[in-house]
């Protein structure tokens, strides 16, 4: 059974930066696209990143150029940069496959707040 641990959460100040971590067990790791999505409060879960091999990478229009999705595919482990963050990207930020198939971990906490 596939097992995601997201990881790296937590408060920064608006402009700042930030890297979130999610390691997956059990999985075809580095034969399927990853993703990131985040939900914020009273909010839809929704696509933030996504990684094709380790140089396809896709981005919501509201987070291109200021994230960087990233993987290692030796470490099981995909990355979520983040930079010049926004109050609106408080959210609580999930891994999954670009399908959203795999079991749901209990995703990172990312509050964006002075």
């Known amino acids: 059974q596939v097992q995601l641990v997201e990881s790296g959460g937590g408060l920064v100040q608006p402009g700042g930066s930030l890297r979130v971590s999610c390691t997956a067990s059990?999985?075809?790791?580095?034969?399927?696209?990853m993703a990131w999505y985040r939900q914020a409060p009273g909010k839809q879960r929704e696509l933030v990143a996504s990684?094709?091999?380790?140089?396809?990478?896709n981005y919501a229009d509201s987070v291109k150029g200021r994230f960087t999705i990233s993987r290692d595919n030796a470490k099981t482990t995909v990355y979520l940069q983040m930079n010049s963050l926004k109050p609106e990207d408080t959210a609580v930020y999930y891994c999954?496959?670009?399908?959203?198939?795999?079991?749901w971990g209990q995703g990172t906490q990312v509050t964006v707040s002075s």
């Open positions: 999954n496959n670009g399908r959203g198939s795999l079991r």
């Open positions: 059990g999985s075809n790791f580095g034969f399927d696209t």
């Open positions: 990684i094709f091999g380790s140089a396809y990478t």
